[in-house]
Antibody, heavy 116, light 107 residues
Framework: QVQLQQRGAELLKPSETLSLTCVVDGAYFSSYFWNWIRQPPGKGLEWIGEINHSGITNYNPSLKSRVTLSVDKSRNQVSLKMSSVTVADTGVYYC??????????WGQGTLVTVSA | DIQMTQSPSTLSASVGDRVTITCRASQSISTWLAWYQQKPGKAPNLLIYGASTLKSGVPSRFSGSGSGTEFTLTISSLQPDDLATYHCQQFSSYPYTFGQGTKLEIK
């Protein structure tokens, strides 16, 4: 299974910029799209977007104005930046491998708390 | 966006029961559908992709069917370990969207 590593938790104030990283198993970094998915407390899953090793991206239009996905090939790392966060952005943020080969892999998730 | 609607939102069943969860798409997605199981405090785990293909290692009591706009996830004989929330996700077009989830409780 492809390994993905995420940091444990982030605490932000409203209007700040969220920065998350996901370190991907180097053997597979160039093989897949890497997705970002979030889950507010007690709620369902929301797809944020995806990026591949070449920097090709697809975004959820509902978040596109505030989200930027990027890659650092030297570190086998994908990153998410979300500007102007609000309380509604609180939740667990996951990075996950695409399903092109019928196998999934997920990071352990980063708990993001936005509070004044 | 394609809207995915799951039903029921909550389901209570007994060990050994046959359980069915439905996912409806607001427009045809062919068989571009996946089902996930999510246990409390954990990331989702893929069960089925392509609407009906069981991921390797997933117990055979899980099965998926459907195409177009209506899909079902069936657990043929419910086990205590199946306590979880189940999510569907469409991959037909961007943005990929999820159903709201079905929480499965064991009686």
């Amino acid at each position: 299974q492809v390994q993905l590593q995420q940091r444990g938790a982030e605490l932000l104030k409203p209007s700040e910029t969220l920065s998350l990283t996901c370190v991907v198993d180097g053997a597979y970094f160039s093989s897949y799209f890497w997705n970002w998915i979030r889950q507010p407390p007690g709620k369902g899953l929301e797809w944020i977007g995806e990026i591949n090793h070449s920097g090709i991206t697809n975004y959820n239009p509902s978040l596109k104005s505030r989200v930027t996905l990027s890659v650092d090939k030297s570190r086998n790392q994908v990153s998410l930046k979300m500007s102007s966060v609000t309380v509604a952005d609180t939740g667990v943020y996951y990075c996950a491998k695409d399903l092109i080969d019928g196998e999934d892999s997920w990071g352990q998730g980063t708990l993001v708390t936005v509070s004044a | 966006d394609i809207q995915m609607t799951q039903s029921p939102s909550t389901l209570s069943a007994s060990v050994g029961d046959r359980v069915t969860i439905t996912c409806r798409a607001s427009q045809s997605i062919s068989t571009w559908l996946a089902w996930y199981q999510q246990k409390p405090g954990k990331a989702p785990n893929l069960l089925i992709y392509g609407a009906s293909t069981l991921k390797s290692g997933v117990p055979s009591r899980f099965s998926g069917s459907g195409s177009g706009t209506e899909f079902t996830l069936t657990i043929s004989s419910l086990q205590p370990d199946d306590l979880a929330t189940y999510h569907c996700q469409q991959f037909s077009s961007y943005p990929y969207t999820f159903g709201q989830g079905t929480k499965l409780e064991i009686k």
